[in-house]
């Protein structure tokens, strides 16, 4: 793991998202199987029609250690993008995370597993494989649009996307904003009457 993303997993998904204004994070509705996973990496895109997951198999062989799939399947949430033998195979080949904007299902297997899993939630039902879809490519997960190396930030408050060209600004700002925070949290700790002067000196300005 290079040096910037692990500066970055060590950033709150909150701090990276204030950082951009809000503006690239993914639907909330995508959320960790588990509270404590805590992941950052390289986006390997994966864009599958709805029910058919060949594309997902094909990004899996092509991954590098290390990476994330991030996978477009449209929101379904009817057939499962992968179960238990599939995202075992991505803990296999050491991929760092598994985000897509749909469904999973063998719950119980895949949390067995421990390998970070960010979804809608989960299905009975098994996706084909007609061998339609494409990897590295730009795709939208989540409401957000992703290109093929963009920097992928997830924990338990949801996930963030880092376009490549600017990870270096948004880990100085987030950074920055930490600090400031610290610093708030540090001046108001105890002292009621800082705090209603913060909340008078808040609300006049709305």
Not at 52 to 59: E, F, G, Q
Not at 165 to 194: F, H, N, T
Request: with cysteine; glycine share 10%.
């Amino acid at each position: 793991m290079d040096s910037l993303i692990q500066q970055f997993k060590a950033l709150p998904t909150t701090a990276i998202s204030d950082a951009m204004d809000g503006l690239n994070n993914l639907d909330s509705a995508i959320k960790p199987l588990k509270d404590e996973y805590h992941f950052a990496g390289r986006a390997l895109t994966v864009q599958v029609p709805v029910g058919d997951n060949s594309a997902v198999l094909k990004a899996i062989g092509e991954a590098q250690a290390g990476d994330i799939l991030v996978v477009d399947c449209k929101g379904d949430t009817y057939r499962a993008i992968a179960g238990d033998f599939v995202v075992g195979m991505m803990q296999t080949m050491e991929i760092e995370a598994l985000v897509v904007d749909g469904v999973i299902r063998d719950l119980a297997a895949i949390k067995d597993l421990n390998f970070p899993v960010f979804s809608k939630g989960t299905t009975v039902a098994s996706s084909g494989k007609a061998g339609v879809g494409e990897t590295n490519i730009p795709i939208s997960c989540g409401g957000v649009t992703v290109y093929p190396g963009d920097l992928i930030i997830g924990d338990v408050d949801g996930v963030v996307v880092v376009p490549q060209a600017i990870c270096e600004e948004i880990l100085k700002k987030a950074k920055d904003k930490i600090v400031k925070d610290e610093q708030r949290a540090e001046k108001y700790a105890g002292k009621p009457d800082e705090i209603r002067k913060y909340i008078a000196m808040m609300t006049a300005k709305s």
